[in-house]
């Protein structure tokens, strides 16, 4: 580990990835990502690596599927308007099994919408985006340091599971300055040996007998028997990572609580400076932050409604749609409320704090 | 005893799923034979279209990717970036290549990727089963121009070797046909120069190949052919478009 460095998020997570091992980058620009695009063309030809502004989002993430199949870890990223193009490649990178990692630092929509932070794209991300049965492991950071984290994260997870892996950020984070400190660069050697272990199905050419064969990147199966069978396996895929990879930051969390609060990312962090303020005032406030949004931690929700719980407060820079797995985890047990902020403008903690203030006044 | 006819090395034992007299089995034995001659195949990775070609991916026996619908370029340049140091080629019908996935193509030849494009061109969706094309002739019916192309309404066939080469950094150019004997010998040394110009890294190569589709135009594999010469060749003129070889410079 280094020392810290003041640092843009878009830019920490686009160092954190050449750190991690990644040699391919693709992407389109677009605000507010267009650090991240920035600083990659900057250094990445100093890390010997690729760099390609590509003609779209479609064709870059379609370069990350060629990168991929070559077993090599590939990168994109956007911003809500291009991650919307990118779904058809998403989804034929999870039909192939392929690792990839995407970036989506959100703006606010529908359509153009505007370029401030938003969550709008939750639904997108955890619910499926593009078409067909698959699922994506979705990593929501809602610090600087956590977005850079999870670069390497998300290439680690790509890699186990083969499987494209988001990291759902927002333009908060993307611009914002905090501290960060990274991890070491991994050399020539480490790369290669995370190359290798892909070297059983990725296009690989030019093996000496008997190791090479026709390796194909594909995610056609026109006999149904067969795509039931891919199917079926992608879901035990899932299930894996639906017992295995669930992650969550629980805040303040005791069994008194009054309030159970849920939010991610960006939203969390105005959450907790309220949340905060209301306990030194004396009332006991919870906090569940899941880490990452799909899998979702619906048990460690369900465990943290204890009797004392009155309530759950969802709140999310949007109109509501992370409140629909709330809702799930706490099964009717006790109401759930939400307060969302749309158009790419945040809550102050003082707007939520009071709106804490009148949910716990009506238990009175 | 002489071995005149082989089935080349770079395809595998499969059998076509294509029409009989289909044009597609052509351009693959072209393409493999070149990857034998040129003794690429271990070298090479290529990438399938969306198309009735969707299975080259089997029928090539080197590494292969199936692209999404008209991307096979740009899977091609993330694939040629990762390994620079193999060759890659897509091959692409004329919907995949010319109607959904014309930026793939045109930015994929304006970098000068180094990659080899073979293009069938058979003014058909075949797959889908005879739709229009972008390279659809004018006033030809399909099942989605019932009435014949408009061209007033739809615009003009999309000639795509003049299109690309209207670009600087493509390297070698090229529209043959898969018409005749002679033809078939034209196009094979149009397929070796473009695989032996990527092997040699010099840039983006394009070969088209005027094709037909008797299924779906209704016609004989035979009448197709001449239907090709009489009606594909005025708009699609054969020939060489772009050959940097020749130029010197660049
Ligand atoms: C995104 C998308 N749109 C449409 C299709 C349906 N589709 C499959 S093949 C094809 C056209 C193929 O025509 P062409 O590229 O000319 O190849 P041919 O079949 O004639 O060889 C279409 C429209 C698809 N698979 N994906
Ligand atoms: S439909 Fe046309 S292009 Fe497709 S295999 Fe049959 S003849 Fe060939």
Redesign the pocket.
């Known amino acids: 580990m280094g020392e810290k460095v003041l640092m843009k998020g878009n830019e920490a997570v686009a160092e954190a990835a050449i750190r991690a091992g990644c040699r391919l980058y693709f992407a389109y620009p677009i605000t507010p990502q267009s650090e991240l695009i920035e600083y990659m063309s900057r250094m990445m030809p100093k890390a010997k690596g690729t760099f390609i502004q590509a003609e779209s989002e479609i064709a870059a993430i379609n370069m990350v599927y060629g990168a991929a199949g070559c077993g090599k870890r590939a990168m994109t990223s956007s911003s809500s308007p291009g991650i919307s193009l990118k779904q058809e490649g998403i989804s034929y990178l999870a039909g192939a099994n392929l690792p990839a990692v995407i970036v989506n630092v959100q703006r606010g929509g529908p359509g153009l919408g505007d370029i401030q932070p938003a969550q709008g794209d939750y639904f997108q991300a955890v619910k499926g985006g593009g078409h067909g049965d698959y699922k994506m492991i979705v990593i929501a950071p809602s610090t600087v340091q956590e977005f850079a984290d999870s670069a390497s994260d998300a290439f680690d997870l790509a890699d186990k599971y083969r499987h494209p892996i988001m990291i759902l950020s927002d333009g908060l984070l993307g611009q914002m300055m905090e501290p960060v400190e990274f991890q070491p660069m991994k050399t020539t050697e480490e790369i290669e040996e995370l190359n290798k272990q892909h070297f059983d199905w990725c296009i690989h050419p030019n093996q000496p007998e008997p190791n090479h064969h026709h390796h194909e990147i594909n995610s056609l199966e026109i006999d149904p028997i067969i795509l039931e069978q891919h199917v079926i396996k992608l879901g035990q895929k899932y299930d894996v990572i639906t017992e295995k990879e669930q992650k969550w930051e629980e805040y303040s969390l005791n069994n008194d609580n009054e309030i159970l609060c849920v939010a991610f990312g960006t939203a969390s962090r105005l959450v907790k400076s309220a949340v905060d303020q209301l306990n030194t005032e004396g009332f006991n406030i919870g906090l569940i932050r899941p880490i990452r949004v799909w899998p979702y931690p619906y048990d460690a929700i369900k465990k943290a409604i204890t009797d004392n719980v009155k309530k759950v407060a969802v709140f999310e820079l949007n109109l509501g749609q992370m409140i629909e797995d709330v809702r799930l985890a706490v099964n009717g047990k006790v109401p759930v409320k939400f307060m969302g902020k749309v158009g790419g403008i945040l809550f102050t903690p003082e707007e939520i704090k009071a709106q804490l203030e009148e949910w716990l006044q009506e238990e009175k | 005893m002489k071995v005149i006819a082989q089935r080349p090395k770079s395809l595998t034992d499969l059998a076509f799923t294509?029409?009989p007299g289909?044009t597609?089995g052509i351009s693959h034995r072209l393409i493999a034979e070149a990857m034998d001659e040129l003794d690429m195949r271990d070298q090479t990775m290529g990438v399938a279209p969306v198309g009735?070609s969707v299975f080259a991916y089997k029928f090539f026996n080197c590494d292969m990717a199936e692209a999404a619908h008209g991307r096979a370029p740009a899977v091609a340049t993330g694939m040629k970036r990762a390994r620079p140091d193999m060759h890659v080629f897509t091959y692409q019908g004329d919907g995949d290549l010319a109607a959904i996935g014309t930026s793939e193509i045109i930015h994929a030849a304006n970098r000068g990727e180094n990659i080899s494009v073979f293009f069938i061109n058979?003014a058909i969706y075949?797959?889908t089963g005879g739709q229009m094309a972008p390279t659809t002739l004018p006033n030809m019916k399909t099942s989605t121009s019932p009435y014949g192309r408009d061209v007033a309404d739809i615009g003009y066939p999309i000639q795509v070797c003049e299109l690309i080469s209207s670009l600087r950094a493509p390297y070698y150019v090229e529209r043959v046909s898969l018409l005749s004997p002679q033809d078939i010998i034209k196009a094979k040394k149009a397929v070796l120069k473009a695989m032996k110009f990527n092997k040699e890294g010099r840039g983006f190569t394009l070969v088209e190949f005027v094709s037909t589709?008797?299924?779906?135009w209704g016609m004989t594999p035979l009448d197709a052919m001449k239907w090709a010469k009489e009606n594909m060749y005025p708009f699609f003129k054969l020939g060489n478009f772009r050959d940097k070889s020749l130029e010197g410079g660049e």
């Open positions: 294509y029409c289909c597609h009735c058979n075949g797959m589709c008797p299924t779906n």
